[in-house]
């Protein structure tokens, strides 16, 4: 039995990283609403509110009641991501989203987190078989079922981040590396496969996340078409140059030049109204943030918080490069939301619950001289 008695340490300076992050987030959607005849920034501000609540839930319920209540979590989160198939509702091509009331629910964003707990328990009751094949395999399993729900939405991005949220926790948890290192070099067959085949691009990706990857390879500047968001990116980035147009003043911005630019491009208003100073203070922010998460998660008491520390860092740490880097044209869009930053309720309340969740590791850590 543990007698350690558990700390009341806070994690201020997390905090203070989170609350800059949601600031600028915050700050750029105000912008970007001023011109779009939109009211992100209003919702925004009640998304956060509502936010509070997972981030309660999150940091004071123990971590020992999310390991003991992993089976039905998992359930839960499978019932969640199935009744989206079937009553979800569909915008765009896709059907991601659960009509709750007045707000839109995305269960594919919770899932990611939920994930992360389960599997994470799922290792934790395996760890003196940690290294068999048989652990592996149904490791893989237990990310499968829902990995193929969420594709069958479909969401691409999402699939992706859940494989990352796999890889990163059974790293962390001890599956030997060869056979990490063997599920990665399938997967990059395959994706190599799906990508370069005609027949199988068909089967495996629709006909907008096609456009997505060829208008990328081709380089060309179109209008409207595959690279219009990405080429208008770019635009904005060049406009803003080193020391950026002023908060409010960018042009690409209010001509609404960039489609959805309050989601997935809402880096654009930061790169060309802050410019390249901006930009670079914005990841110098992130930086903070992941610098801290990782601290959480070197000084965790246990394996089963350290596997969670570790997946959330991996998760957003994915959501932040992918996203940034698809803005850059350096990646084709895949539909990765900027964390704190991009609008949407369901990504703003796992950020607030991820960042709960870290306080309640940082509250239960083994102590340490310096952090």
Same mark, same amino acid.
């Given at each position: 039995m543990e007698s350690r008695r558990v700390s009341t340490r806070t994690d201020g300076w997390l905090i203070l990283a989170s609350v800059i992050l949601l600031t600028i987030g915050l700050m750029s959607l105000y912008s970007q609403s001023a011109n779009s005849g939109e009211s992100w920034f209003r919702k925004q501000v009640v998304n956060g509110l509502v936010g509070l609540i997972p981030f %309660?839930? &999150?940091? *004071?319920?123990? /971590?020992?009641?999310?390991?003991? #209540?992993?089976?039905?979590?998992? %359930? +839960? !989160?499978l019932a969640?991501? +199935?009744?989206?198939?079937?009553? =979800?509702?569909?915008?765009?091509?896709? +059907?991601?989203?659960?009509?709750l009331g007045p707000i839109q629910f995305q269960p594919s964003e919770l899932a990611k987190i939920l994930v992360i707990l389960t599997l994470a328990a799922f290792y934790t009751a395996r760890q003196d078989q940690i290294t068999k094949l048989s652990t592996f395999f149904w490791g893989i399993l237990h990310v499968g079922v829902p990995l193929m729900l969420i594709l069958l939405q479909?969401?691409?991005?999402? +699939?992706l981040v859940m494989l990352?949220?796999?890889f990163s926790v059974s790293l962390i948890a001890g599956i030997p590396l060869k056979y990490l290192a063997g599920a990665v070099g399938v997967g990059v067959v395959m994706v190599a496969l799906i990508l370069s085949v005609p027949a199988l691009s068909g089967k495996f990706l629709h006909g907008y996340? #096609?456009?997505?990857?060829? =208008?990328?390879?081709s380089r060309q500047k179109d209008v409207q078409g595959a690279n219009w968001q990405t080429d208008r990116a770019e635009i904005a &980035? =060049?406009?803003?140059?080193?020391?950026?147009s002023g908060y409010m003043r960018g042009e690409q911005k209010a001509a609404g030049y960039i489609p959805e630019q309050q989601n997935d491009f809402i &880096?654009?208003?930061?790169g060309e109204e802050g410019g390249l100073i901006g930009g670079t203070l914005v990841l110098a922010a992130f930086g903070f943030f992941f610098y801290r998460i990782w601290l959480v998660m070197l000084y965790a008491k246990d394996s089963y918080a350290k596997?969670?520390?570790?997946?959330? *860092?991996?998760?957003?740490? &994915?959501?932040? *490069?992918? !996203?940034?880097?698809?803005? /850059?044209?350096?990646?084709?869009?895949? %539909?990765?939301? /900027?964390?704190? @930053?991009?609008?949407?309720?369901?990504?703003?309340?796992?950020? @607030?619950?991820?960042?709960?969740? /870290? @306080? !309640?590791?940082?509250?239960?850590?083994?102590?340490?001289?310096?952090?």
């Open positions: %309660g839930i &999150f940091l *004071f319920v123990s /971590l020992r009641s999310w390991r003991r #209540q992993s089976a039905f979590l998992y %359930g +839960a !989160n969640m991501l +199935a009744a989206v198939l079937l009553h =979800g509702k569909s915008a765009k091509g896709a +059907a991601r989203w659960l009509p479909p969401h691409l991005g999402a +699939a990352v949220a796999w996340q #096609q456009g997505r990857v060829n =208008g990328m390879m &980035f =060049g406009v803003g140059g080193v020391l950026g &880096f654009t208003v930061v596997m969670i520390a570790g997946g959330i *860092f991996a998760v957003l740490a &994915f959501h932040t *490069f992918v !996203n940034i880097a698809m803005v /850059l044209q350096l990646l084709p869009v895949v %539909g990765l939301w /900027l964390p704190f @930053l991009s609008y949407g309720g369901t990504a703003l309340w796992l950020c @607030l619950g991820s960042v709960g969740l /870290l @306080l !309640n590791i940082r509250r239960q850590e083994r102590p340490v001289l310096f952090s």
